[in-house]
């Protein structure tokens, strides 16, 4: 959420930055301003009548002097609830706005989205290569049938090796985190409203969430969880930064949202996901965003995976992010790049929703800054892996980064001809 001061003295270049993001005819700064005027007014006359209350109670009673008393009672009464009323309304205005764009984030939607930076080149085969979901199927990694039949469509079930090599994957990003001093979390996979609130996917993106009967709706990113972790906390400075990631599934409806291409384990309602998060002192921001630049560009690396670093156009950012780089893998049999990674800074867009604060060098209390990233989510990662690293035989090398996480530590795994 941005802060109203903030707006009210800088309001054409909030307009400007805004409109990076947002279609003029959808941004009504005015009207904001206007709510923000008549609170401030309210709480005046309010405050004023308090004053006076508070001096003449101080009097020697009197019939006249009670009989104020009480009128002054029930206005002071009535200017709380309207601006009880007030506040709320403004409240859900700034809600619905926008993190305002980092300076160096460009207008308009992906068409603007900028590469800088690639690693590896695309793999080239001298055979008639195969998709992810053709190359599953042969070495028995997931099975698409038996979990549509359970749940749907839009899920799948990992068995035998493509469940083990999916448990690697996450072992490997739970061992690199650990070693760069992150403090492991596992959350609760279910939050309260108030915490998809603070995230900043309420109000805007109740739809996109999987709710219970109890109104608790299924986390979609640990960064729910872990955005909420310091909430209504002031942590103290010399702390800071802190450094957290967490495993979770995640859980999406996707509604209306598949393509074609986007088949197999590319898109889906559940997959698994490591999450990097960190609190921080605001000048610390920026550095830390490109920690975590650094961090998702070596898991991938690591994997010895073919992909591309975006900076992402500000219609193309989360409605709670400044900034954000979306790190993209290559998959062969689609022809196109699709994201592993978003890198992003909310900047105190966050905090300030979730009260999460810090007491500066001036002893004032301030909101802290927080930044996340997948580190890294495994649904796109095993296509890539699959269909990256296929062999002519038909069998898949596997990233020496995950052999050890692997029993036996094999080299390769080869067409299952006894999956059932």
């Known amino acids: ?57 101080k009097s020697k009673p009197s019939p006249a002097i009670i009989a104020s008393l009480k009128v002054a009672g029930e206005k002071i009464k009535d200017l709380d609830t309207r601006l009880q ?19 160096d984030v460009v207008a308009g939607g992906k068409e603007n989205n900028e590469v800088v930076y690639t690693f590896g080149k695309k793999p080239v085969f001298d055979f008639d290569f195969k998709d992810h979901m053709t190359l599953a199927d042969e070495l028995g990694l997931v099975d698409y049938e038996r979990a549509a039949k359970m749940s749907g469509s839009g899920f799948w079930c990992y068995r035998g090796w493509g469940a083990l090599l999916e448990w690697a994957l996450l072992s490997y990003f739970i061992s690199f985190h650990t070693k760069n001093n992150y403090q492991f979390l596992i959350p609760p996979f279910l939050l309260t409203e108030k915490s998809a609130y603070t995230s900043g996917h309420l109000p805007k993106f109740r739809d996109d969430l999987f709710w219970t009967q109890d109104k608790l709706c299924l986390n979609a990113t640990s960064e729910m969880m872990l955005g909420n972790y310091h909430r209504e906390e002031i942590l103290p400075a010399d702390r800071l930064p802190l450094k957290y990631f967490a495993y979770s599934p995640c859980f999406r409806r996707e509604a209306g949202s598949y393509r074609q291409e986007e088949r197999g384990m590319v898109r889906g309602h559940q997959f698994n996901k490591i999450e990097m998060f960190i609190f921080c002192q605001t000048e610390d921001s920026w550095q ?25 156009a500000a219609g193309d950012c989360s409605a709670a992010m400044a900034k954000t780089y979306d790190l993209e893998i290559w998959l062969p049999s689609m ?12 900047l105190d867009y966050q905090a300030r929703r979730g009260q999460t604060r810090y007491k500066n060098q001036n002893g004032e209390n301030v909101f802290v800054h927080t930044l996340n990233a997948s580190g890294l989510a495994t649904s796109r990662l095993l296509p890539a892996i699959l269909e990256q690293n296929q062999q002519a035989d038909g069998s898949v090398l596997i990233p020496e980064v995950l052999r050890p996480y692997l029993p036996g530590a094999p080299e390769f795994i080869f067409p299952d001809n006894s999956k059932i």
């Open 85 to 103: 009323d007030l506040e709320l309304r403004l409240q859900e205005s700034l809600s619905s706005l926008p993190n305002i764009p980092a300076d």
């Open 288 to 312: 830390m965003f490109d920690e975590l630049v650094e961090n998702a560009k070596g898991l991938v690396e690591g994997l010895g995976l073919h992909y591309q670093l975006a900076k992402l």
């Open 1 to 57: 959420m941005l802060d109203i001061k903030y707006i009210r003295e800088n309001l054409e270049s909030v307009r400007t930055a805004l409109l990076k993001r947002m279609e003029a005819d959808k941004l009504d700064l005015e009207s904001l301003l206007l709510l923000d005027e008549e609170r401030r007014l309210l709480i005046a006359e309010s405050e004023a009548l308090k004053a006076e209350r508070n001096q003449a109670s």
């Open 335 to 346: 022809g196109i790049y699709k994201e592993v990674s978003s890198i992003s800074n909310a």
